[in-house]
């Protein structure tokens, strides 16, 4: 069951579902206007945000922003009666999705063909059920790098950051609020062959987000990461980039040098970290 949290008096989140991966929603609310922070993967899960806000007697969002093109981040906008944004880049990724036809068999046929991956596919199918009307609906108004939104008393930075999840990802600093909204944009690529990180795009990617002075980090798919969280996970990224330039990509080497690193076995999370940028390497 989702819920609507509270972070802080200017910043609540929707929790996430796994099954039909619909992502955190955020919500950023000022002294004239209100943000709302990804559309949902549905109208019902838009709508299920928007219905959440008014039983907490919330002002409705006057805006809303996209992370990316994903269609678990954009596919309930065609719900919200509001005006929308997002980077150039994520506009341009969405228009692809405008001839799309999203029955069985069609998005089967994406699968296959490699298009679609067998992930969102089943999420999708779960999320819709049999009667599937979709309708992509491009944002309203686009930007090139960062822009800045003045909701009255606290202020949202757009910044596009790129990343191999998504080439087209922005992230959103509640800048009084000390939160940086992260979306998917530091998890690995998932539509290639083999999920993978490169090197050189991490490390942007990180020193980018270096830049924002964050305490609290909203990754979509998880949760409200601490700074020390953020930071353990953000290591761990930086130091297996570094290992495999050294160890040209080698996964056995590369895993025994972070063991000696940290003395101990190696988790799941970090083994699977070591194995993506091993699929990465070379790209």
Known sequence: ??????????????????????????????????????????????????????????????????????WDHIFGLSALNMVSISSQQTKVEMEKLLPFEWSDEAIDQRVHTGVEIEFCAKAIKLEFGSARDIRVTLPDITFEDRVEIDLGGVTCILQYVGGDHAADSTIVYIKEENILFLGDAIYPDIYSE?????????????????????????????????KEEYQ???????????????????????????QKKVNRELNEDELETIEYFVNGYGK
Do not use: C
Request: hydrophobic residues 35%.
């Open 194 to 226: 083999k999920r993978n990180y490169t090197v050189q795009t991490t490390l942007q990617l990180l020193d980018t987000i270096e830049q924002f002075d964050a305490d609290t980090y909203i990754l979509s798919h998880w949760k409200p990461a601490s």
């Open 1 to 70: 069951m989702q819920t609507l949290e509270k972070l802080s008096d200017r910043f609540l989140y929707q929790t996430p579902v796994s099954d039909t991966d619909r992502p955190i929603l955020g919500y950023v609310v000022g002294d004239s206007k209100a943000l709302m922070i990804d559309a949902g993967n549905s109208e019902a899960h838009a709508k299920y945000f928007l219905q959440e806000l008014k039983e907490q007697n919330l002002p409705e969002p006057t805006i809303v922003a996209l992370t990316h093109w994903h």
């Open 232 to 258: 353990q996970e953000a290591t761990l990224l930086r130091t297996i980039a570094n290992l495999t330039v050294e160890y040209d990509g080698d996964y056995n080497n590369m895993k025994e040098a972070y």
